[in-house]
């Protein structure tokens, strides 16, 4: 795997980080080193975000993580040894200066984690407007804009992955899932229409259906985490996941992955 230079700025070396191209195609090369690789992990301060950024770091990456709750992203951050960046991805403005950060922090993204997304529930009689954006805002827009604005360093890179976690919700509705289902069948679309665009620049655009996992997900007044239950899905699973597609190496990629629990019956 080629040594890049030059890439860190700040407190970080420069040694061992490793160019997310393969420069050698006729080398024999099985897998991919994250060693030293800058992530970002949106909502990393809880639930599928903070599991992976968990794993990102054992992998020896440098991750960012961000969340709305400014305190408890640094806290997390803190737990993890990831960097904080207080992001609500539904602000044009602190997605701007998130890059802005990375950029002066790094100098290079390797791994965008678009992970942050909310619930919202509703039976098609009682949907309002208000409800549907707020989804929208988030799983949608928020998704988009985060992913548009980490092509700043992909496309100069030529290399770079986005991991989009869309759901299950994503390939099948269900009654009152209107909102929710929606807004990931529309990531879906996205993922889809970026992986045409962006793969002839090595930039790997892929989609993770995590089945249910409890986690604070669909708690938006509380935030409270909930515990893992003996049968169901754990955060670590869908981390695993995504580590698993990265770690291909870059001359393939995994256009979707659906994770179910085996037996939760
Ligand atoms: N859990 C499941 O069963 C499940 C299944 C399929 C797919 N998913 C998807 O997996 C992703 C993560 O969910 P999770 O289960 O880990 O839920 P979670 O524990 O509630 O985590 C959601 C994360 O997103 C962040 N977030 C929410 N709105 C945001 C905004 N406007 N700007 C920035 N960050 C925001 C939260 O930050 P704060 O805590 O700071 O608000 C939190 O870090 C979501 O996209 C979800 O749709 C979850």
Same mark, same amino acid.
């Given at each position: ?15 061992? !980080? ?64 990831? !960097? ?120 790997? !655009? ?52 659906? !994770? ?6």
């Amino acid at each position: 795997m080629k040594q890049c230079t030059n890439h860190h700025k700040g407190t970080h070396s420069n040694r061992n !980080v490793h160019s997310l191209k393969n420069p050698n195609p006729q080398k024999k090369q099985s897998t991919l080193n994250l060693e030293n690789t800058i992530a970002l992990v949106t909502g990393g301060n809880s639930g599928l975000g903070k599991a992976t950024a968990q794993l990102l770091i054992e992998k020896g990456a440098k991750v960012v993580i961000t969340g709305r709750d400014e305190k408890k992203t640094a806290d997390v951050a803190g737990e993890l040894g990831a !960097v904080p960046f207080h992001c609500d991805v539904t602000s044009d403005q602190d997605i701007q200066k998130m890059y802005d950060f990375i950029e002066e922090k790094f100098g290079r993204l390797d791994i965008l984690i678009n992970n942050a997304g909310i619930g919202g529930w509703s039976a098609l009689g009682e949907i309002t407007r208000e409800k549907m954006k707020e989804v929208y805002e988030v799983n949608v827009f928020g998704a988009t804009m985060v992913a548009s604005g980490a092509l700043r360093f992909f496309l100069k890179q030529k290399s770079g992955n986005i991991i989009n976690i869309a759901s299950t919700a994503s390939l099948k509705g269900y009654p009152q899932g209107s909102i929710y289902a929606s807004s990931k069948f529309a990531l879906r679309g996205l993922t889809q229409c970026w992986q045409a665009e962006l793969r002839r620049d090595n930039i790997r !655009v892929i989609q993770i259906n995590p089945s249910e996992v409890p986690t604070a997900f669909g708690d938006e007044e509380n935030r409270k985490e909930r515990p893992i239950e003996d049968k169901k899905l754990t955060p670590h699973e869908i981390a695993h996941t995504i580590i698993c597609t990265l770690e291909m190496d870059n001359r393939g990629y995994i256009p979707e992955v659906t !994770v179910h629990a085996t037996n939760p019956f």
